[in-house]
């Protein structure tokens, strides 16, 4: 596999330092921007193939160049996240970041994190969110296949509505990957819906009836508080 490049953009010099060294030893070639719109600029520059990007940035904040990076790439980026800042979390997913991350975290998260938005991309060909296709999904013991309206579960045929059946098929083509409420609202039922949020969480309620071992304890579908809604990987 070619070398992969990753623009990190970080302004604390301990984060760089540490950064830089940590993924260098994984593999990567590591280019670095200190402020938000040297960031633009060494995207141009280098078009790496995947963006860390701090929110908190001096010049132009992690937001907005997330949000001016997607009108020209579909570049993987992972938005990186102050301990407890919710909010930046959700917006970023909102502006178009792949994944997040927290501060403090651990290297090999942090990698394993590239490395799936990366492979998600990549198989993707830069659609975000997954655009859904006709191809059979298969996750642990959840399958589904889209051409003959079929979802099984341990092997058993499941019946399912329309609306369910759309849901499951976005957060299997989306595995891993937290999928924002209004992500969700306007890929399933439109983007000029006007109905009631909380049809959402019924939807999800009813398709974990179906596919959850224990439905009141969720480990296939579960619920990133203030965020969306996630299928979990199989283990
Ligand atoms: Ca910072």
Same mark, same amino acid.
Request: proline fraction near 4%; glycine fraction near 6%; hydrophobic fraction near 40%.
């Given at each position: 596999?070619?070398? &992969? ?16 060294? =940590?993924?260098?030893?994984? +593999?990567? $070639? ?16 280098? &078009? /790496? ?9 001096? @010049?132009?904040s992690g937001i907005d160049?997330?949000? &001016?990076?997607? @009108?020209?790439? &579909?570049?993987?980026? %992972?938005?990186? *996240?102050?301990? =407890?800042?919710?909010?930046? *979390?959700?917006v ?10 927290? @501060? /403090? ?18 198989? !993707?060909?830069?659609?975000? /969110? ?7 999904? !298969? ?8 051409? !003959? ?5 341990? =092997? ?19 595995? +891993? ?9 306007? $890929? ?9 949020? @909380?049809?959402?969480?019924?939807? %999800? ?9 224990? /439905?009141?304890?969720?480990?296939? %579908?579960?619920? %990133? ?11």
């Amino acid at each position: 596999m070619a070398t &992969q490049t990753v623009l990190l953009v970080e302004d604390e010099e301990s984060f760089v330092d540490a950064l830089t060294v =940590g993924l260098k030893r994984e +593999g990567f $070639r590591v280019e670095v921007a200190r402020d938000g719109l040297e960031a633009l600029n060494r995207f141009d520059l280098v &078009q /790496p193939d995947v963006v860390l990007l701090d929110v908190m940035l001096p @010049k132009m904040s992690g937001i907005d160049v997330c949000r &001016q990076l997607r @009108k020209r790439t &579909q570049v993987p980026i %992972i938005m990186v *996240t102050a301990k =407890g800042a919710e909010i930046d *979390t959700v917006v970023g997913l909102e502006v178009g970041a792949d994944d997040y991350i927290t @501060k /403090p975290y651990r290297m090999r998260e942090l990698v394993a994190r590239m490395r799936a938005v990366m492979r998600r991309v990549s198989t !993707e060909r830069g659609s975000s /969110p997954a655009e859904i296709d006709g191809s059979i999904l !298969e996750v642990g013991d959840v399958s589904l296949d889209p051409d !003959e309206h079929v979802v099984r579960v341990r =092997g058993e045929l499941v019946q399912m509505p329309l609306k369910e059946f759309e849901l499951l098929h976005l957060l299997l083509a989306n595995v +891993g990957r937290v999928l924002a409420r209004e992500t969700l609202i306007d $890929r399933v039922w439109g983007i000029d819906y006007v109905g009631d949020t @909380k049809t959402l969480d019924v939807h %999800i309620k009813r398709l974990r009836a179906k596919i959850e071992d224990e /439905p009141s304890d969720p480990k296939r %579908i579960v619920t %990133i508080r203030g965020l969306g809604y996630k299928f979990e990987r199989s283990r």
